[in-house]
């Protein structure tokens, strides 16, 4: 896709992230204040690539790190950022000092201490199992459904229908 193509798409997700961004971030804090875990995990499914893949798990790392300051240390954070293999994850990852730089810069400026954030790339399909059980805090998934190549038959058992 062209970059004068793609530029709708971007503006369309940034803009539903930002819609839901206060119900994600309070979820996510929510979630950190009852575990207080020493290493936060979080996972993207369906994250893509881009300027957009970064912006949610930015929010909720800000977001945590926001709820320590004065109390404790922000936990370390790990960000699963999981696509198909065809993404492009070096796009991902040559944002990753931007993002440590602009979370250093929001530290420093609230006296806080710096969140260090863990980034991986985890290329596969969503319907199959990704991650090792009990270890992943909070998953959310944008802008995916619209990609989606199956769906559940019944609620209690794993038959996957196609779509389309």
């Not at 793609?6 to 819609?19: C, N």
């Not at 991650?131 to 459904?145: D, E, I, Q, W």
């Not at 794993?158 to 389309?164: A, F, H, L, P």
């Amino acid at each position: 896709m062209h970059a004068r193509t793609r530029a709708p798409v971007l503006f369309l997700q940034k803009k539903s992230m930002d819609t839901v961004k206060s119900l994600v971030t309070e979820s996510a804090r929510d979630v950190y204040a009852s575990l207080k875990p020493e290493r936060f995990t979080l996972a993207d499914l369906g994250c893509s690539s881009g300027t957009n893949a970064l912006g949610m798990a930015e929010e909720i790392v800000r977001s945590v790190a926001e709820v320590c300051r004065g109390s404790s240390p922000p936990p370390e954070f790990s960000v699963l950022l999981n696509d198909l293999p065809t993404n492009d994850f070096n796009t991902i990852f040559s944002l990753l000092p931007e993002l440590t730089g602009m979370l250093k810069a929001d530290a420093d400026a609230d006296a806080g201490d710096d969140p260090i954030v863990f980034l991986s790339g985890v290329p596969g399909s969503f319907y199959g199992r990704l991650f090792p059980s009990k270890n992943v805090h909070f998953v959310c998934s944008f802008s995916s459904l619209h990609w989606l190549s199956q769906v559940r038959c019944a609620r209690r058992t794993n038959v996957q229908c196609s779509i389309g």
